[in-house]
């Protein structure tokens, strides 16, 4: 138990160095809820990094990438500074509401939707045709959902909990479509 101890004290001054070399991004606009994408990689909703929080980056040029299924996509370009923050502002243009006929699309299984699921952001990301369209733990409960123009969809599920799922989704009207996720421990 000492040694642990004594390991402890002498590991905290070279995580202090690490993160002193990091800098940091904030971001405000609307939505509130849209993904956050910096350098291709997501990283949780745009509402996790405005006032309390913010976003560590390694010092240099990244894009970060604003997605939101009623939005047009934001895309910026931020050069982040070590121990500085770079604040972001965005509001990207609406989109024109789709037109019917709908059908439904809902995740099945995998975890219930917590507040730990809501806020840690780790969930992960759902992907139509490639556009962002909402976070897995949105679409995986009783009632929930995403209301879709009949077709055909390209499905990508990015999340740290259940992998990667890609698969073809057909959506008919007035029907329901579940896509279950693996069972989690």
Not at 2 to 22: E, G, M, N, R, S
Not at 45 to 63: I, M, N, Q, W
Not at 79 to 101: C, D, M, Q
Request: hydrophobic residues 40%; positive net charge.
């Amino acid at each position: 138990m000492k040694i642990q101890k004594i390991l402890f004290v002498l590991a905290l001054p070279l995580t202090h160095l690490v993160a002193a070399d990091q800098g940091f991004i904030k971001a405000r606009g609307t939505p509130g809820d849209a993904g956050i994408f910096v350098d291709g990689k997501y990283v949780g909703p745009a509402s996790r990094f405005t006032v309390p929080e913010k976003y560590a980056l390694d010092p240099g040029a990244h894009e970060v990438v604003f997605r939101d299924p009623r939005f047009e996509e934001f895309s910026t370009k931020v050069t982040v500074t070590a121990r500085k923050t770079t604040k972001i502002s965005y509001h990207p243009k609406r989109l024109p509401e789709p037109k019917g006929p709908f059908g439904r699309l809902r995740l099945g299984g995998g975890e219930k939707e917590s507040f730990l699921s809501v806020t840690s952001g780790d969930v992960g990301a759902v992907f139509l045709n490639t556009r962002f369209v909402g976070y897995v733990d949105e679409l995986n409960n009783l009632g929930s959902g995403i209301l879709l123009p009949v077709g055909d969809y390209d499905l990508l599920i990015s999340s740290p909990l259940f992998g990667e799922i890609k698969q073809t989704v057909k959506i008919e009207a007035n029907k329901l479509t579940i896509i279950p996720l693996p069972k989690k421990d």
